[in-house]
């Protein structure tokens, strides 16, 4: 089984590709079809309309049971199959939540088809609901996958154009989901560091004004963690009923980066946000607390290669390959 989501090794044979596909997306841009920014935030999959497969997914996430996933899937594709457009885009984020925490069971050998299964499902679901950035996003990140897993240089680059295009129709959502996975580059390469850039443009996004990336301190931006009156803004930038721990994730991420790069105090400096956004409430603290007591150990742990069969603790690797890759924004209960 090849290495999931590690996308760095595939991504760096490719920059002709790249180049290529990119051009091929301004191109569309400059013609008018291309992404413009979306004028409204699209309806949550959460709300609205209940069914058993979207309600036991949601109840899922929420509680972090990964393990009723096969369960929830089989039930969300018959929902799909009867016409669902709801369940079948709720269908992608089940396939794609089975493979980003694959290490929960790294000796699952058929996790890999999940990346196809995620990319088919979002690609169905934006025909029939196309305002929905998110879903464009999230095919990106699986596009990405597939490509790795399948060697295919196309398929990366494609997966990329669509995390670019996402990001540029909603930044605020999509600036996140378009720096998460860089943290597979070399702390070097240009994309790790466009990444780290990324997570301080989804910052000022959100605050409305220029974050001071020098000395950080969250309390100086209350906007960042009270209501918004505009849902764009406000539901991809704080913590929401489906997203209860948003920004406590958001802030581990980058620590992660910076850590990775051996910049610890940054690092230092984004672990100890994400425990102070609301103390005592948070099921992943203990992973944010664990990395400052090991802070000096973090650059080599997370530079290290990690085979996709291997079983790693939480507190040894990056957020974005671990286990708790979705839940630790996601879950809202600690059992
Ligand atoms: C940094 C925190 C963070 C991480 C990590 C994260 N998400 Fe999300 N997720 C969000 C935010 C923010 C939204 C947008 C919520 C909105 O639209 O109101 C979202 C939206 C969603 C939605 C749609 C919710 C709805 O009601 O429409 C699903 C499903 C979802 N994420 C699943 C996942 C999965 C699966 C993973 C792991 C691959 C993941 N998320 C990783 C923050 C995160």
């Not at 979306?38 to 309309?49: N, V």
């Not at 910076?258 to 946000?273: I, V």
Request: charged residues 20%; contains cysteine; proline residues 5%.
């Amino acid at each position: 089984m090849k290495i999931i989501k590690d996308m760095s090794s595939q991504l760096k044979k490719v920059p002709q590709v790249l180049m290529m596909v990119t051009f091929l997306g301004m191109a569309i841009g400059l013609s008018g079809c291309g992404a413009s920014v979306d004028a409204e935030a699209p309806p949550l999959l959460s709300e609205g309309d209940t069914s058993q497969g979207r309600d036991a997914y949601f109840d899922a996430l929420w509680k972090g049971s990964y393990s009723e996933l096969d369960e929830i899937i089989a039930t969300l594709k018959e929902e799909s199959n009867a016409g669902d457009p709801q369940s079948l885009a709720v269908l992608g984020f089940a396939h794609s939540w089975k493979l980003a925490e694959y290490r929960r069971d790294p000796s699952n050998a058929s996790i890999t088809d999940h990346a196809k299964l995620a990319a088919d499902a979002f690609s169905g679901a934006i025909k029939e609901t196309p305002h929905d950035a998110r879903l464009l996003g999230f095919r990106g990140s699986f596009r990405q996958a597939r490509g790795k897993i399948e060697n295919n240089s196309l398929m990366t680059a494609l997966g990329w154009l669509d995390e670019v295009n996402a990001s540029n129709r909603w930044p605020a959502w999509g600036l996140f989901t378009k720096a998460y996975g860089l943290i597979t580059f070399g702390p070097d390469e240009s994309l790790y560091k466009q990444g780290i850039g990324f997570l301080w443009d989804n910052l000022d996004v959100c605050a409305g004004e220029s974050i001071n990336r020098e000395a950080f301190n969250l309390q100086d931006y209350p906007q960042l963690t009270q209501p918004n009156i505009d849902p764009r803004i406000e539901r991809p930038c704080t913590n929401t009923p489906v997203v209860p721990h948003n920004l406590e994730g958001f802030f581990l991420y980058f620590g992660d980066m910076y850590a990775k790069a051996s910049k610890l105090e940054q690092a230092e400096t984004m672990y100890l946000t994400a425990l102070g956004v609301n103390p005592g409430d948070w099921p992943y603290a203990d992973v944010a607390t664990k990395r400052i007591e090991r802070l000096q150990e973090l650059p080599s742990l997370f530079n290290l290669e990690r085979g996709s069969s291997e079983q790693v603790s939480v507190d040894e690797i990056n957020l974005f390959q671990s286990q708790i890759s979705c839940v630790a924004c996601h879950q809202g209960s600690s059992d």
